[in-house]
């Protein structure tokens, strides 16, 4: 063996030995609440005023305007139901005509609250890089798409669905657009490209053919909501959404 080779040999048996042993684990919990902005650090708030510009330039800009707060829960929510008709609202944007669109409820991370929506409201209640997607699911497929949804308790689905699912998380019935699903048949679904991939737990999406997965930036979801809000805005149309029977729970 080389010399290098016992050095380093030396130096394993040294490094997994140790003098230093565990005695105890203690806590405690800071609590953070209005009382710090009462008494701000003036040499903290220095440090972030540059920085607070620039997020500021690029979050601040109003990209439109929402009637009411929403927030996103099972099994079916305003802001929920938002998400997937803009989805639909894209279509045309990509030369698509979906049947159906389907949003994670696990993707909506924030709330809108009534008034104003900037940048980086859109930014909080989508943060992730996804990007739409346009697939086709056979009608069995899509049989067991709306099964699995039933089992997470409800996701986002577009206007038009009708859902009706247990509360130990059975499908019971589904109709598109007034019909029963055709198993023989074929539908255009869009989505994001994280959950055609079979992410949280709707993995009939693997069985997905003619895909449509545009990966540039401008793809991203953000960016879509917020050319939604923008368009609505030039219309003098303030956005608003209602639930309206998309996903009901009957035992």
């Excluded at 980086?120 to 739409?132: C, H, R, W």
Aim: hydrophobic share 40%; charged share 25%.
């Amino acid at each position: 063996m080389t010399i290098g080779g016992l050095m380093i040999l030396a130096l394993m048996g040294t490094s997994c030995k140790s003098h230093y042993e565990m005695s105890g684990i203690s806590r405690t919990r800071i609590l953070i609440d209005k009382r710090y902005d009462a008494q701000p650090d003036a040499g903290a708030s220095a440090f972030m005023v540059p920085y607070k510009h620039d997020v500021d330039s690029i979050m601040s800009p109003v990209v439109g305007q929402i009637a009411r707060y929403m927030a996103a829960k099972k099994p079916e929510s305003e802001l929920s139901n938002l998400l997937a008709d803009i989805l639909m609202w894209a279509g045309k944007l990509y030369q698509e005509k979906p049947d159906f669109s389907v949003y994670n409820m696990g993707g909506i991370r924030a709330a809108f609250a009534q008034g104003e929506v900037t940048y980086g409201d859109v930014l909080d209640v989508a943060p992730f890089e996804n990007k739409i997607a346009f697939v086709t699911l056979s009608g069995e497929k899509v049989l067991e798409l709306f099964r699995q949804m039933a089992m997470t308790g409800g996701e986002a689905v577009s206007h038009g669905v009708q859902m009706v699912i247990t509360s130990d998380g059975k499908l019971k019935s589904v109709r598109i657009n007034g019909e029963e699903v055709n198993p023989q048949a074929s539908y255009r679904v869009a989505s994001i490209d994280y959950l055609i991939q079979g992410n949280d737990r709707l993995e009939a999406f693997k069985a997905k053919t003619d895909v449509n997965s545009p990966q540039e930036v401008s793809n991203n979801l953000r960016f879509i909501i917020m050319d939604y809000f923008r368009e609505q805005a030039a219309k003098g149309i303030v956005v608003d959404s209602r639930i309206e029977g998309r996903c009901v729970v009957e035992d």
